[in-house]
């Protein structure tokens, strides 16, 4: 582990310094001109907790259920592309570390390790994420690949049916494996423990898509195939055809409307996710924090309701529990530990949150993440006006 690492800000100082240039900017930015990005962090640092004393809270338990689960505490690791281009072999790696704390691990469709991979390195069972596109039959294939590997939920996401510009990529010329130019390959010779961890991992291309897909051999296929397959037709007609064919859980993801909340509720989803992708998609959107109360009222009991995007501490986990999610997922957090340190990054990055959320709720006067509810804050910034 680099360094005394007190935060989550000090592991994305960390990655910063291991991992090249292009895959270190591909996780930290946004869509545009990054203002959704920036308004996620933002607006849930608004938010006022009320401090409560003279309660006992010397038995604490940060125990809860996400999709039939018991989890350590309402954190899951989110879906995240290219992950095993932080660290060789980093979905393996994230998925060990989530599994041994005891919360859930989601594989991405653009994961460089493949469903297979992951199934065969750990022991418990994993979430796969899908993104819907036109090839219809490859999406069946999926669904059977994660079915026959154990997965027992599939997280579809639906804010991606055509993908928002990162500037920071177009300028990178973001690839996998890197493109050699004179300029990538300066920056890789100066990260040297990156460039031998890569030397050695299994694969360093999308390991679900490369060798699954009919003329998809090498990566300048595979990239004009992922232009031409998300899919911008993707309907609630399409959620409905998933649900027939995937007997697990159903978490839809990507949700930031009520009304959206409440057409997936009647599509069948198990949960739905608050999320608008980590701000990489449509610049402009609303935070997810300020999204979150209306479309958990909205939904009520009918499905699980979780939030994503923006979370960087134990504080962000526990406002976003007081205001209707029942559970949370986190992408950067755990990706910087995972740049930093492999399994045992994103293992501290979890302890990080967990300790935070722990110590935070206690001082709120709550022994039990089970009892939190909005009534713990002070005031909600931006949503009460
Ligand atoms: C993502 N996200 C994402 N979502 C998804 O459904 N499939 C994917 O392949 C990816 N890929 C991806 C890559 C990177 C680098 C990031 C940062 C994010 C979105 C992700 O699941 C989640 O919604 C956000 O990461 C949540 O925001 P925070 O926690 O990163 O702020």
């Known amino acids: 582990m680099p360094d005394p690492i007190a935060c989550i800000e000090d592991l994305r100082a960390a990655a910063r310094r291991r991992v090249p240039r292009m895959f270190y900017d591909y996780v930290d930015s946004g869509s545009y001109t990054e203002s959704t990005y920036h308004a996620n962090e933002a607006d849930l640092r608004q938010i006022r907790l009320r401090q409560r004393v003279g309660v006992n809270i010397d038995a604490r338990s940060l125990e809860t259920v996400m999709a039939g689960r018991k989890v350590a505490m309402p954190v899951a690791l989110a879906p995240t592309g290219l992950a095993g281009m932080m660290r060789g072999d980093g979905e393996i790696l994230a998925a060990r570390a989530a599994q041994r704390f005891g919360v859930p691990f989601t594989l991405s469709t653009m994961s460089i390790c493949s469903i297979e991979d992951v199934a065969r390195s750990v022991p418990s069972p994993f979430w796969f994420q899908l993104y819907v596109m036109r090839d219809r039959a490859f999406i069946e294939q999926l669904m059977q690949r994660a079915a ?34 004179l300029n990538n390959l300066l920056n890789m010779a100066s990260k040297p423990a990156w460039t031998w961890g890569m030397a050695r991992a299994k694969r360093r291309h999308f390991g679900n898509i490369v060798g699954h897909v009919k003329g998809v051999d090498d990566m300048s296929s595979l990239a004009s195939w992922v232009r031409d397959q998300f899919d911008p037709t993707v309907t609630w007609a399409d959620i409905e055809w998933i649900r027939k064919r995937w007997n697990g859980k159903l978490i839809l993801k990507g949700i930031l409307d009520t009304h959206d909340a409440l057409r997936a509720v ?5 949960v739905i996710v608050v999320s608008n992708h980590g701000g990489r998609q ?14 958990a009222e909205a939904v009520g009991e009918r499905v699980e309701v979780w939030f994503d995007s923006g979370i960087r501490t134990g504080q962000d986990v526990l406002k976003a529990v007081a205001l209707g999610a029942r559970g949370t997922m986190i992408g950067r957090a755990f990706l910087y530990g995972l740049a930093a340190a492999g399994e045992a990054g994103v293992r501290r990055s979890l302890e ?34």
């Not at 449509?282 to 479309?295: F, K, Q, R």
């Open 148 to 181: 026959s590997a154990g997965c027992t939920a599939l997280v579809v996401t639906m804010d991606l049916p055509v993908g928002g510009q990162r500037h920071k990529d177009v300028r990178n010329g973001l690839s996998t494996p890197p493109r050699m130019t």
């Open 266 to 270: 009647d599509a069948g989803a198990d």
């Open 282 to 295: 449509l610049d402009g959107a609303v935070s997810t924090i300020e999204a979150l109360p209306s479309i």
């Open 352 to 385: 990080i949150i967990a300790a935070e959320l722990d110590t935070t709720m206690a001082l709120c006067g709550y022994a039990d993440i089970g009892a939190v509810g909005p009534e713990i804050l002070a005031s909600r910034g931006f949503a009460q006006s």
